[in-house]
T-cell receptor, first 111, second 114 residues
Framework: QKEVEQDPGPLSVPEGAIVSLNCTYS??????FMWYRQYSRKGPELLMY????GNKEDGRFTAQVDKSSKYISLFIRDSQPSDSATYLC???????????FGQGTRLTINP | DVKVTQSSRYLVKRTGEKVFLECVQD?????MFWYRQDPGLGLRLIYF???????EKGDIPEGYSVSREKKERFSLILESASTNQTSMYLC?????????????FGEGSRLTVL
């Protein structure tokens, strides 16, 4: 069983829709939770970062961590074609060398 | 803005060739990383370095070596390339005081081994 599971998609939604991206994990020691966005033929860029449980909001993006269920989510409101990318979840129990990535979900927002 | 530059974006090499992948960062970050990215497998850590001349193995170091002679430069070396090393290679850097996930990535080097 992988430590981090992420549905690879692809996921295709119309512009303006609310998008929900999810990851589940098995290691209860994870404390740091990240979402990266990766455009085609580019490197990943950090989108959201959360420590421990709870929600974090940044503009149209909300990251949610539920440690009791070992489940993290990224919500995108009012989705735009420019949000089309692969979204990778990542988590760590401490130390960047211990970062574990999900497989990535490919998202397409259709105008 | 932090810039991580991978000099070779696309490479095609033959089995058995020695391959060098170069990475340079311009923000004086102590930590640098090499990952490979494969469909369905996500990113997997090959090696990382927390200081000049210091290196640590990641999850999949077999078939790879690294060099860090200067703080800003971290090189990945494939001593004898094999077809199963065809992949996207991503370099990243991290400031020592930052949370573990605040990596800055380069644009990637796509290597094909024939």
């Amino acid at each position: 069983q992988k430590e981090v599971e992420q549905d690879p998609g692809p996921l295709s939604v119309p512009e303006g829709a609310i998008v929900s991206l999810n990851c589940t994990y098995s290691n209860s020691a994870f404390q740091y939770f990240m979402w990266y966005r990766q455009y085609s033929r580019k490197g990943p860029e950090l989108l959201m970062y959360t420590y421990s449980s709870g929600n974090k909001e940044d503009g149209r993006f909300t990251a949610q961590v539920d440690k009791s269920s070992k489940y993290i989510s990224l919500f995108i409101r009012d989705s735009q074609p420019s949000d089309s990318a692969t979204y990778l979840c990542a988590m760590s129990r401490g130390g960047a060398q211990k970062l574990v990535f999900g497989q990535g979900t490919r998202l397409t927002i259709n105008p | 803005d932090v810039k991580v530059t991978q000099s070779s974006r696309y490479l095609v090499k033959r089995t058995g060739e020695k391959v060098f992948l170069e990475c340079v960062q311009d923000m004086d970050h102590e930590n640098m990383f090499w990952y490979r990215q494969d469909p369905g497998l996500g990113l997997r850590l090959i090696y990382f370095s927390y200081d000049v001349k210091m290196k640590e193995k990641g999850d999949i170091p077999e078939g790879y070596s690294v060099s860090r002679e200067k703080k800003e430069r971290f090189s990945l070396i494939l001593e004898s390339a094999s077809t199963n090393q065809t992949s996207m290679y991503l370099c990243a850097s991290l400031w020592w005081g930052a949370p573990p996930g605040e990596l800055f990535f380069g644009e990637g080097s796509r290597l094909t081994v024939l």
